[in-house]
């Protein structure tokens, strides 16, 4: 029977690992993912959370390698989407007495919606329960990451149960951040973020505020909803929150992101990494081909420079860049101080290129430079003009 692990006396982890996901609504889990939940002895016996329906098993085993689940008292559903909600009714059938707290009205209208009404109890922020020695306090973080997102706050253990909010999606053996290969855990936290959250900046930033409110001495840990608990680094995930995810900065940084049919359009990519190179500036070149999105995304969270290519296919861009376009700008990433720059290769006409430019422009960038497109084959005269005109660009926006 697989177990419970202990996160703190009478607290214990009793998710789900799903070491071989590789996808998450398109986003890719390289390093798998877990769907956490967490389980409190106390006079009343509290469940924060479930697990996607398919670890049912796994789910119950390790609940029951504590207690035996018929003796839930309290579920909190912090979120209804199903990688956190899909075990509800498992709880509603095993301990029918379960009374289950979920924001009010969206994550009561969610989880109606997705299971009938299990007789859910609605709260808002600032509400509490008392389960015993402990006084659990719901927070409303609405769209982080949708409309009926909570968190739980439980202050005898000093523990925060922040679901989506500060997630990685990184399986492993391990349930702490200091047990796990913390380089890694931070990297996953900043894709998850850019895939997940972006959207929401100031909805995760008043998040962090509401966290900060607490005080300096509330917190012990940060248990979310998808990987490892933070216990020895919660200073480091609050900041990176605030200073690098949710603060819409932007550092002296390139992203060139294109696809390439005969090897002009990546010629004048080349050209613009060169560009950046020479400014000082480092650039990232991801031929969408070999690149997902969701791992350019990653790159693109704080970069200052984004540059698209593509050729023109049948008076279009490439559907592998415009499917890339699409997915950028779902992500919301509008920041006045962004920096777009265009560029492809064409036979008969400059419509993929200018297409490019067109998204570029609707997306917010500032574009100070009309779209690099080339009739055919680029002359090393003409890519040594578009590395100029590169550094030219740098230039302007340090004077
Ligand atoms: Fe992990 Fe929005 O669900």
């Known amino acids: 029977m697989l177990s419970a692990v202990q996160v703190k006396p009478d607290v214990y982890w009793v998710g789900a690992v799903d070491w071989n996901a590789r996808s998450f609504h398109g986003y890719t889990t390289e390093d798998g993912i877990t769907y956490n939940a967490y389980l409190i002895l106390d006079e009343k016996v509290t469940l924060i959370d479930t697990a996607k329906i398919t670890f049912k098993d796994e789910f119950l085993q390790r609940i ?10 309290v579920l909190v559903c912090n979120h209804v989407e199903m990688d956190h909600s899909g075990n509800v009714p498992t709880v509603k059938s095993v301990a ?16 109606t919606a997705h299971y009938g009404d299990l007789g859910y109890k609605g709260v808002k922020t600032g509400d509490t329960l008392n389960i015993g020695k402990r006084t659990l306090t719901f927070v409303q973080t609405p769209m982080v990451h949708w409309p009926d997102n909570m968190v739980t706050y439980d202050d005898y253990d000093k523990i925060l149960f922040s679901n989506d909010a500060f997630g990685q999606h990184y399986a492993s053996s391990v349930r702490f951040d200091d047990e796990a290969d913390y380089p890694e855990v931070m990297k996953q936290a900043r894709k998850y973020y850019a895939n997940i959250v972006q959207p929401y900046r100031m909805q995760a930033a008043n998040a962090v505020k509401a966290v900060r409110s607490l005080g300096p001495d509330a917190l012990d840990m940060i248990a979310p909803a998808h990987g490892v608990i933070w216990r020895s680094h919660v200073e480091d995930i609050l900041k990176a929150y605030e200073d ?10 390139a992203v060139v992101a294109y696809d390439s049919m005969w090897g002009s359009t990546d010629k004048i990519a080349h050209a613009i990494v060169d560009g950046f190179q020479l400014e000082g500036v480092p650039a990232h070149l991801m031929d969408i081909k070999e690149n997902h999105p969701s791992n350019i995304m990653e790159e693109f969270l704080d970069a200052k420079y984004v540059a698209v290519g593509s050729p023109t296919l049948n008076s279009q861009m490439l559907p592998t860049v415009a499917d890339f376009l699409t997915y950028m700008k779902g992500l ?42 080339f009739n055919w084959i680029p002359t090393q005269e003409y890519l040594d003009g578009v590395r100029d005109k590169v550094r030219a660009i740098v230039q302007a926006q340090r004077a």
């Open 64 to 73: 029951s390698s504590v207690i035996d689940p018929s003796k839930i008292d």
């Open 96 to 111: 029918p007495n379960v009374q289950i707290y979920a924001s009010a009205p969206q994550g009561v209208k969610g989880l």
């Open 244 to 253: 690098v995810f949710t603060s819409g900065k932007v550092i002296e940084k």
């Open 332 to 373: 919301s990433p509008k920041n006045a101080n962004r920096v777009g720059i265009a560029f492809g290769s064409y036979g008969w006409a400059p419509l993929g290129p200018k297409n490019v430019e067109a998204e570029l422009k609707a997306a917010g960038f500032q574009m100070p430079e009309p779209v690099f497109a």
